[in-house]
């Protein structure tokens, strides 16, 4: 599943909440993320035992706990700058 399909659950579900309730309910549900999947239950997890009194707060908490399996490239930004002293690609002006 998205991750736009787990804050729906999420959202479904009656607050307040604790990680283990949201683990419980929905730790079996696999995220389909760009570098492999992991479960809500292993999202929650790292967190430990929090109280959400609130969607918006699980919502916040699953996306900042989920793995590095959810980044694309790794320290890839295409907004940066060139280092200085390296050869990057040429400007290209539209």
């Known amino acids: 599943m998205s991750l736009k399909r787990a804050t729906k659950l999420l959202r479904q579900h009656d607050y307040p909440a604790t990680t283990d309730q949201l683990a419980d309910s929905y730790g079996e549900y696999e995220?389909?993320?760009p570098n492999g999947t992991e479960t809500l239950g292993d999202v929650f997890?790292?967190?430990g035992g929090e109280t959400?009194?609130?969607?918006g707060e699980a919502e916040a908490t699953l996306y900042s706990a989920v793995s590095s399996k959810?980044?694309?490239?790794?320290g890839y930004s295409d907004r940066d700058p060139t280092v200085l002293g390296t050869?990057?690609?040429?400007?290209?002006s539209f």
């Open 31 to 33: 995220l389909d993320l």
């Open 45 to 47: 997890a790292r967190v």
């Open 52 to 55: 959400f009194d609130a969607p």
């Open 70 to 74: 959810a980044i694309g490239r790794e």
């Open 87 to 92: 050869t990057g690609p040429e400007q290209v």
